[in-house]
Structure formats: C-alpha cells, structure tokens
C-alpha cells in the first residue's frame, strides 16, 4: 500500500522553501535593521528553512516555513515559548514580535507564500558536535533529564486549538508506518521494522493509552540539546519545537533515551541517568518506567523506517535525513524483545536505589 492510499502529511511530502542569503535578509527587515557589516548563514533543516543572522547588536534565527505548514500549527509552537518564558527560567528560544507586532508574517518567497518568524538565538553547541570517547555520560545524562522534566513541568498546563495537530513523528502514529514499510529495500530490516510495529500494537499501545498526557517538546535528539562550551556535560539550553504536541508525557523521555542508546548501544545505558535526572525532578510512576525501554525502541523503529521513506521522497536531502543511520541499524538490530522487558525493570530497581531522599 503506497502511504497516500491512508494517510498524508504535505508538510513532509512538499519540498522545503527556496530562498536564498539576499531574500532572507530582506525579509528579516520587518523584524530588525541590518546592513552591510550584518551577516547571514543558512542553516541545515529538514523541512522549513532557517538562516542566522548576526548583526552588531545581536544574532537572531529567522524561521521561514514550509509552503504547506498550517498556521496554527506555527501560533501553537509560538505561544508553547511564549508560555515558557514565564514558567520556566530555563534557555529556549524566545519569540519575537515583527516591527509591526506580529509573530507570524505571511510572505512570497520564490513563488510561494509561506509564513515568516523569528526567534532568539540560543547561544550554545550541539551536542551532536560533541565527540565523547571513553566518557562517563553520567553527568550529561543526568543534566538531559533533568532539563527535559524541568522543560515538561514548564509545560504543564498550556494547550492551544492545534496542539492535536497530525504529526508523522507522534508515537500515535505508529500502526499506519506499516503502510511505509515498501520504502525499505532490505528484506531482512523491512522484518525487523515490522517486528517493532507489532511489538508496539501487542506490548506497548494499551499500557500506554492509560499515561498522563500533556504538551510535550517531542524531539530531544543530539541536533536539538545546546551543551555549555566550557562543559561538555552540562545543558545549556534546547531548541527545535517543531514537532511539539499533545502526547504522553513519558514519550518526551523516551525519545532522548533512543538517541542515547544509539550512542552507547544499549537500551539500559542509555537510558538510566537521563531516567533519574529527569525523576528526581518530576516523578514518574512505575508504569511510565516499564513503558521507557518499550517507547524507545519503538522511537528507534521510527526514526528509521521514516527517514527511509523521507531520503527516497527527497534525495536530494538524502545526506541530511540519513545522517549515521547505519549505527542506529546496527543498534536496532540487537535488541531482542525479552531485552526490552528485562530493561524495564533494570531501570525500576536503579531509580529505587538510587533516588534522592
């Protein structure tokens, strides 16, 4: 079954905007002055476009959409950092108004329009930049979790119209990525996706229909943590709020745990400290902890059968979606479902002897 036969998310499908240094700072007029000592570097994305610009006075990200983004969605994502701002002293993104007023400004950009913004840069280094060799992760870890339960806390409470909007990265989604298992060519890893997917609909789906849910972040990967220059180990501040909505709030965690069980090549190790740093600031119950190794694996499954599809819908982007896919296949593959179980209550014997009284 070809994915547009059930479902469709134009947002992925259309292609990202074209818009070049020259049109970029022209339309970063509205929201600051530049001139020619101002410069302007575009950055990597995935489906929007963004560039920073610096000027002598500050350094700024303009944001310009995809033609095919919903307003919305672009105003849920806004007022979640503007609510942030004033429940939370944490170091995001902070939204800025136009020189009209305006957080959002519809704009032709080739021949399309697509919707204008602008926030803050977040001073800091991606940790993705970050080469750890024989590392103790402990401390980052520990600073990771306790930044996303801080960030989930700041969280609490704020809902907006869209916040349900449809995202292919929304762990809800999970059963209709069966529809996109042709797009992997291997037989062997089109297995072992599916495995994943029924693992899901067999283990994972009903405990996890029973979980709190609230507004989440929803993409704490490597590319979106902000580590301190001077200490590689400690959180500086996050970014991307792209794939934000209304989930579980346990998938927040789980996420961040699937990129570093990447990292470490295993569910537990990449797992543990990030559990506790964010428990002892935002106590989870014993159901979210068994869920964590389970949703994790699940975020793996994701990661690859959709960056799969998106390469071969965009290949000329194909470097960028792939990225290191290879290790996250090779992580993936050695994961055994009595593993995922038997994680669960690895991690709920290290929270309890290791909790802060």
């Known amino acids: 079954m070809n994915m547009k036969d059930s479902f469709s998310f134009p947002v992925l499908e259309h292609p990202a905007p074209g818009c070049d240094t020259n049109k970029a700072l022209e339309l ?14 575009p950055l990597v994305s995935e489906r929007d476009q963004n560039f920073l610009i610096s000027t002598k006075d500050e ?79 402990k401390p980052l870890h520990t600073s990771m979790g306790d930044f996303l339960a801080k960030l989930g806390k700041g969280l609490h409470g704020f809902s907006h119209p869209h916040q349900g909007h449809q995202l292919l990265w929304d762990i809800a989604q999970t059963e209709n990525l069966f529809s996109l298992l042709d797009s992997i060519e291997d037989k062997q890893k089109r297995k072992m996706i599916e495995a ?17 849910k609230q507004v989440i972040h929803n993409d704490m990967n490597p590319d979106n943590v902000l580590v301190a220059k001077e200490d590689p180990c400690t959180v500086a501040g996050m970014i991307d709020f792209g794939d934000m909505l209304y989930a579980p709030l346990i998938n927040d965690l789980s996420i961040a745990c699937a990129y ?76 055994v479902p009595e593993e995922i179980e038997t994680t669960g209550e690895q991690l709920g014997r290290f929270v309890s002897a290791n909790m802060k009284t």
């Not at 994943?196 to 709190?212: E, F, M, T």
């Not at 600031?281 to 959709?306: D, F, G, H, V």
Request: aromatic share 8%.
């Open 260 to 335: 570093e069980a990447i990292r470490t090549e295993s569910l537990f190790e990449g797992s543990k400290h990030l559990l506790l740093g964010y428990h002892n600031e935002n106590k989870l119950t014993e159901s979210e902890i068994r869920l964590l190794p389970m949703l994790a694996y699940n975020r793996l499954a994701m990661t690859l059968i959709i960056s799969e599809w998106r390469a071969a819908e965009h290949p000329g982007n194909k470097e960028y979606i792939l990225g290191n896919i290879g290790h996250t296949w090779m992580v993936f593959g050695n994961i």
């Open 196 to 212: 994943a997917l029924v693992y899901y609909q067999k283990n994972s789906k009903n405990l996890l229909s029973k979980q709190r």
């Open 59 to 137: 350094k700024t990200i303009l944001k310009i959409s995809n033609h095919k983004e919903e307003k919305g969605v672009l105003d849920f994502q806004n007022e979640a950092l503007l609510h942030l701002e004033g429940s939370t002293n944490l170091n995001l993104p902070k939204v800025k108004k136009s020189i009209n007023g305006e957080h959002l400004v519809l704009k032709m950009v080739g021949d399309e329009e697509c919707f204008v913004r602008m926030v803050s840069f977040v001073d800091g280094v991606p940790l993705d930049d970050i080469e750890f060799n024989n590392t103790n992760l």
């Open 28 to 41: 970063a007029t509205d929201w600051m002055e530049t001139d020619e000592s101002s410069k302007i570097t």
